[in-house]
């Protein structure tokens, strides 16, 4: 798959520096992180924007995974050629936040090409994560997904699984009906582990991740996500490990091609998985929402946004700005919105991108697309559901990845690892908050 | 008769060094005094704030259970690694060293893996070994045997060793060629009509004769499989699982780069500097005793 994208990424790069400006436009640098299908379609995008107009030229580059791309452009700031806008996803929220002086907050940014921009019309769940207590819009929300059940209808059929699943004993149950039906080296499996198993886990069946509000009232906030339902879920998953009813997939999206080759017939990922399952998945398939626990008052809670945000590099010229400006409003017209939602899998980010899409009776056809909408406005958001917001996170995933590991390996009890995963979380979060001021 | 030619002026000679002087200056001390004083300070990830807080990225790095950790996994690697790699290449070379038909074109094509990039190595062997992807795993899984780099350390670890060997088998085998055919073949012969056997002839003819060889590609190794197999290592596992992959060279990268912790990552740096310097020293001091040149 890598190297897939390297190969994409050299013909764009030579496309690139083929095709020399004839007269002087101003190019804009877009750092992405999009593979598969989405990244065809950023570049689609980049190319219908320059088609649009000819003062500005939009250069999408592809950087890497998530955490590759936000790292690049760290660097790239630290040596002084930053693009003008990278793509951060949420995780990556209150780095970029804390880093006054290195980006633009959109808000501003709009403000000061004079382009028209309300921010009431986009959709408060998403842009709400990535906005000042204020309300005043820090980075422009690009692809947001959240994390729905990839459901084989084909092989649960075969296993005879009639239902789909809707709790975790109901997942755990069929996916030992599909491992004795002959998918023994997968009843179920996911994608971001952490992601899955700990942070929309939480906010699905409302409890804490961490005190104030999951850190979106303060960076003087400290994990909890060692409790006994945690503990309980972990050991579940455990006990299955043994025999892979459950199999552990790593640590980021590489796992996914293990649903679409047929191999895992339940998967839990993001809901933008959808461009790549259109393409490669030779099967019936849907999304369901996440499974939960039913013994746990209030489950299902809502679940919380993943994905990216665009965010604007500080230290550019005016019209650069006001080239990004006109993207950003460009990125927003209804039609693109619905489209691109449409196409991607992604959320729309704008109410009336979502009103068209309902109008237009799209998700009758395809209830795929509006399973992670229907779970993030499941219930009114509580302090534990509102979004999460820990700096340093992309170090601290990893951590907790690792705890997991260990459990799920054998070496550590569910409460050992969930223990050391909370500790050295903190210990994180501490430093963190030493840094930013 | 002898003859020697000297310089009057004194400025000639340091005029002739400066050149070298300056490169390594540039390239070796004014990093390393960077990465000094980079380990005293506490930064934020953009570099827009930073503060002198003298040891206490080293307290933090010495209190973490994790670091020490990551020294136990290097010293695995490193001797895997080494060991492995070495007596591999020197089996090959000795093959390759003989009157083979096709000795010519096997000699280039051990060659070859040394031009593959190490990151594209690592995905190489990654395309092997995936659990459920990979085209070799696949029959060993089916052959009833538990491959899962993903979770299972010991499997993680000798994927990252096999894979960091075949990138170093084919350097030192080139090194060992050109050493085994830098050894006179009167020697040799003088030892087989005196009856030893080809085992005894290559213990105690070739093998003290090859030792300079060995020593220096013994220093190159450990430097190798210290700092550059890096690069495999993010590709095959990313450190994991649980750690079990994460060298000391890794986890600067994973602190620094992955996570935004430059003081850490530099205190790491620097650690690490001093345990090269003293390795190198050491072999010099007393593995080099035992080399006959």
Redesign the interface.
Known sequence: M??RHFGLAATLATTLALASPAHAVTELNWWHAMTGGNNDIVNKLADEFNASQSEYKVVPSFKGGY?DTM?AG??A??AGNAPHIIQVFEVGTA?MM?????IKPVYKLMADAGEKFDPKAYLPAITGYYSTSKGEMLSFPFNSSSMVMWINKDELKKAGVTDIPKTWPEVFDAAKKLKAAGHD??GFSNAWATWAHIEQFSAWHNVAIGTKGNGLDGFDTELKFNSPLHVKHLQNLIDL?KDKTYD????ANAGE??FG?G?CAIFLTSSGYYGTAKGTAKFDFTSAPMPYYPDVAGAPQNSIIGGASLWVMGGKKPEEYKGVAKFFTFLSDTNRQAKLHQESGYLPITKAAYEKTKADGFYEKNPVLQTPLKELTNKEPTENSRGLRFG?M??MR?LW???I??A??G?KTAKEALDAAVARGDA?LR?FE???? | MEKSAYFKGRLLPYLLLVPQLVITFLFFYWPASQALWQSFL????????SDFIGLENYQ?LFAQPEYYKSMLTTAVFSSLVAVLSLSIALLFATQADKNLKAAPAFKTFMIWPYAVAPAVAG?LWIFMFH???GTLARPL?AMGFDWNP????DHAMALVVMAAVWKQISYNFLFFLAGLQAIPKSVIEAGAIDGAGPMRRFWTIVFPLLSPTTFFLLVVNVVYVFFDTFGIID?VS??????ATTTMVYKVY??G?????LGGSAAQSVVLMVIVIAMTAIQFRYVERRVQY
């Open positions: 890598a190297l955490a790292n760290i660097a700031f630290r780095t804390s880093a006054t002086g290195a080296t997968c490990q552990y997939g790593g640590r091609a293990r080759s191999e340093n992309v170090q990893d990845a690792e705890e590991e260990a799920l390996a070496k994180i430093a030493k840094t930013a001021k | 506490r930064e934020d990830a953009f570099g827009l704030s933090t995905v659990p459920s992807l899984r993903l979770l299972n350390g590709a990313g450190g994991g699982p649980a750690g994973a602190d780069r992955l996570g935004g912790d």
